[in-house]
């Protein structure tokens, strides 16, 4: 049969049986022959032998047409395929098989399980083409640049209430720190500040975007003009007393890094959550306290310097006092002041004007004057009540004057008036 005499070979094996069939014909020699080709003495002399006592077959590797011992077993494959179909569809492929490995014991790598789904058809999330960017190369040291921002994201699925994540990201090594809040803003901003510093200590610069609790946008002062300062918002403020520099991106591209950690996190920690049915801002809290670590040893990069550059952290007390709310507010001549609504009675005689009110992460309240605590007493809504005039309340219940009631004089009963409306005319 004709089918009998095809040999089928690559052009690697052909071009090697060529140079065999010269040292068979002694056109070259053995050693020639091995120089040729690529291969050891030895092994030439085993090819030459398979050859002359095979014929062309013999220069076929031994494996060809035979299942690999490596090859993984069908059910295994089908198992894998399975789960994926139940539990993974929305996965990435990289992320598919770490929980394979982790939660199955299924050991597959990412290429193998694509050719696994292509062949049976079954359909994975694919990446989608990126954009040219331009690079910037990484910062040299740890701590040298923090990249901060929030995230907005559904990242309960639905099954809990909507929240942020705070995220840093460093710029040199890529390690990763954040938490969960209720809202972005100043306070949450500053208490996930007072944690990263208690973990990692002091970074040199902070890299924000112009959201309005990172960057003010209000009019400098007179006093701020002839200062020469320009206004800064809370956490601005805190962070100069720190002795952080403050960069602010002029792009969402700008602090690409963070961003692609957001882009990262929605799809890896959204379904990690998932897996364990977290569904509240105190759960995932919780939760990154044994992820983030973990995520950390997977994806972080070693820095081009050994050289840590964050500052140690001062004492809670010292951070604490930086890291809130302050204000100015006018004492008053009965010795109150008005913060948030709210009135404060000053339980001690002093001589300032103007007080500094510190609002705390803890919710506390301090008001003090030139860096001295004063004592004082929230001042009850009952106590400052007092009864409304007549004409508000009536005006309030949309009561409509009688005819003859003095509003409605005007031109009909003033003479004046009528005569000066005359020449007017």
């Not at 090697?16 to 291969?39: N, S």
């Not at 924000?208 to 300062?229: F, M």
């Not at 301090?366 to 860096?371: E, M, N, P, T």
């Not at 001295?372 to 001042?379: A, G």
Request: proline letters at 4%.
């Amino acid at each position: 049969m004709a089918e009998k005499d095809m040999i089928t070979m690559s052009r690697k094996e052909a071009r090697a049986l060529h140079i065999i069939h010269q040292a068979l014909d002694k056109k070259i020699t053995q050693v020639e022959a091995a120089a040729i080709i690529g291969l050891s003495d030895r092994q030439i002399r085993r090819l030459i032998k398979r050859v002359r006592i095979e014929g062309d077959d013999g220069i076929c590797h031994r494996a060809r047409g035979k299942t690999s011992n490596h090859r993984i077993p069908s059910r295994v494959r089908e198992k894998a395929l399975e789960l994926f179909r139940e539990r993974y569809t929305d996965f990435n492929l990289a992320h598919a098989t770490e929980k394979l490995g982790e939660l199955h014991e299924i050991t597959v790598s990412d290429e193998t399980l694509r050719l696994w789904l292509n062949e049976s058809g079954i359909p994975y999330k694919k990446r989608r083409a990126r954009k040219h960017r331009r690079w910037r190369e990484r910062k040299a040291h740890f701590g040298e640049l923090v990249q901060i921002d929030g995230s907005h994201h559904d990242w309960f699925e639905g099954r809990g209430p909507g929240c942020v994540f705070m995220g840093y990201i460093d710029d040199a090594t890529g390690t990763v720190y954040g938490r969960f809040y209720e809202y972005e803003g100043t306070l949450p901003a500053m208490d996930s500040m007072k944690r990263y510093i208690k973990r990692y200590g002091i970074p040199q610069s902070g890299y924000l975007d112009k959201h309005t609790t990172y960057k003010s946008w209000a009019q400098p002062t007179i006093e701020e003009q002839l200062n020469g300062r320009k206004p800064m918002s809370q956490f601005e403020r805190s962070l100069a007393e720190l002795g952080i520099e403050v960069i602010h991106a002029n792009s969402p591209q700008a602090k690409g890094r963070v961003e692609r950690l957001f882009k990262t996190l929605q799809d890896r920690l959204v379904k990690e959550m998932r897996l364990v049915g977290i569904k509240s801002v105190e759960e995932a809290n919780e939760f990154l306290t044994s992820y983030l670590p973990k995520y950390n040893r997977q994806f972080r990069k070693k820095a081009a310097s050994e050289a840590d550059l964050h500052r140690p952290a001062p004492h809670s007390r010292e951070l604490d006092r930086i890291l809130c709310i302050k204000e100015e507010r006018t004492v008053k001549n009965d010795f109150t002041i008005a913060h948030n609504r709210k009135l404060y009675q000053i339980e001690e005689a002093t001589r300032a004007q103007n007080v500094l009110v510190e609002e705390r992460l803890d919710g506390t309240i301090r008001i003090s004057y030139k860096g001295r605590e004063l004592r004082y007493r929230e001042i009850e809504k009952s106590q400052t009540q007092e009864p409304k005039d007549e004409i508000l309340i009536l005006k309030k219940k949309g009561c409509k004057p009688a005819a003859e009631h003095p509003w409605k004089r005007g031109y009909k009963h003033n003479p004046r008036l009528k005569a000066t409306t005359a020449v007017a005319v």
